[in-house]
């Protein structure tokens, strides 16, 4: 499931038509789905109605609505709900929750935000990113969620990898989910069944065949194309890694653009690495 990039005019407008094209080109490459409204897509900084209408221009180019899992967070658990109840709406197999990001929500406070989007009735993927959020959905909490019925599975952004076995021994019902590029192999190995992905948007087909080896356990086809692909994908977990997909989006042929403030262009020795490691990989093949 790709969290996808959205496409942004010079005039930083939605470019509707690039995001539909590149939603169906990712999954006719490979990739299963796509996560829009992520923070990969910008989502912070888009009007209620431009938001509203990536999702629905998702749903339509993927052809299929089971395929796209939307991201519903919010300042208020209300608003979040509200999101939930609209990627319903538009046939939304699935939605990707943050927890409570305007304070440092405790457990009882945690439990309350995902009990309430949960009434939306559409499956809940709940998404762990400590570093982002300052709320820490710890192996025990993830347990406790899945228990109350408020959530299917969790995109794992922590890095610390040795989570995943936690989370099997707590809630073995969880589905675990790869949430940063840059652990991949590391999670697969340990149980992940998904991984929400945000390099396939430059390079789907090579990221699909790394994904499908690694849950195979097929080491001896993934460790190698992961080396390769690894000075790619730890831009994820960084800072500028909106910026630094869509730089390889462009570079790679894709429709990236630019990003909305106050996210800044890359410049200097930040985007000379994110191009030169860009170049490489497609310069040895790599798609």
């Given at each position: 499931?790709?969290?996808?990039?959205?496409?942004?005019?010079?005039?930083?407008?939605?470019?509707?038509?690039?995001?539909?094209?590149?939603?169906s080109w990712l999954i006719a490459n490979g990739c299963d789905g796509v996560v829009p409204n992520g923070?990969?897509?910008?989502?912070?900084?888009?009007?209620?109605?431009?938001?509203?209408?990536?999702?629905?221009?998702?749903?339509?180019?993927?052809?299929?609505?089971?395929?796209?899992?939307?991201?519903?967070?919010?300042?208020?658990?209300?608003?979040?709900?509200?999101?939930?109840?609209?990627?319903?709406?538009?046939?939304c197999g699935s939605v990707l929750l943050l927890p409570p990001n305007a304070y440092r929500a405790d457990?009882?406070?945690?439990?309350?935000?995902?009990?309430?989007?949960?009434?939306?009735?559409?499956?809940?993927?709940?998404?762990?990113?400590?570093?982002?959020?300052?709320?820490?959905?710890?192996?025990?909490?993830?347990?406790?969620?899945?228990?109350?019925?408020?959530?299917?599975?969790?995109?794992?952004?922590?890095?610390?990898?040795?989570?995943?076995y936690e989370i099997a021994e707590l809630a073995p019902g969880l589905d675990l989910l790869i949430g940063?590029?840059?652990?991949?192999?590391?999670?697969?190995?340990?149980?992940?069944?998904?991984?929400?992905?945000?390099?396939?948007?430059?390079?789907?087909?090579?990221?699909?065949?790394?994904?499908?080896?690694?849950?195979?356990?097929?080491?001896?086809?993934?460790?190698?194309?992961?080396?390769?692909?690894?000075?790619?994908?730890?831009?994820?977990?960084?800072?500028?890694?909106?910026?630094?997909?869509?730089?390889?989006?462009?570079?790679?042929?894709?429709?990236?653009?630019?990003?909305?403030?106050?996210?800044?262009?890359?410049?200097?020795?930040?985007?000379?690495?994110?191009?030169?490691?860009?170049?490489?990989?497609?310069?040895?093949?790599?798609?």
């Amino acid at each position: 499931m790709v969290a996808t990039a959205l496409p942004l005019r010079e005039d930083l407008s939605v470019d509707y038509d690039a995001y539909a094209e590149h939603v169906s080109w990712l999954i006719a490459n490979g990739c299963d789905g796509v996560v829009p409204n992520g923070s990969l897509g910008e989502y912070q900084t888009l009007t209620a109605e431009e938001r509203a209408k990536v999702v629905t221009t998702a749903v339509e180019a993927a052809g299929d609505g089971s395929r796209v899992m939307p991201g519903v967070a919010a300042y208020g658990s209300a608003e979040s709900r509200r999101w939930a109840e609209q990627a319903a709406e538009a046939g939304c197999g699935s939605v990707l929750l943050l927890p409570p990001n305007a304070y440092r929500a405790d457990a009882a406070a945690v439990r309350a935000h995902y009990t309430e989007v949960a009434q939306a009735g559409v499956p809940i993927v709940a998404y762990n990113n400590p570093i982002d959020t300052k709320v820490d959905l710890v192996p025990s909490l993830l347990a406790q969620l899945h228990a109350d019925g408020s959530i299917v599975a969790v995109k794992e952004f922590s890095g610390d990898v040795r989570r995943a076995y936690e989370i099997a021994e707590l809630a073995p019902g969880l589905d675990l989910l790869i949430g940063a590029d840059d652990v991949l192999l590391e999670l697969a190995l340990a149980g992940a069944v998904g991984w929400i992905a945000g390099y396939p948007n430059a390079l789907p087909k090579a990221s699909s065949e790394l994904y499908r080896a690694a849950v195979a356990k097929d080491l001896a086809t993934a460790l190698p194309l992961y080396k390769q692909l690894h000075s790619l994908l730890r831009w994820d977990s960084k800072t500028e890694f909106v910026q630094a997909i869509k730089l390889s989006m462009d570079i790679a042929g894709r429709p990236g653009g630019p990003v909305r403030a106050p996210r800044a262009a890359l410049t200097g020795e930040i985007e000379a690495a994110v191009r030169a490691a860009t170049e490489k990989a497609l310069a040895e093949g790599l798609r």
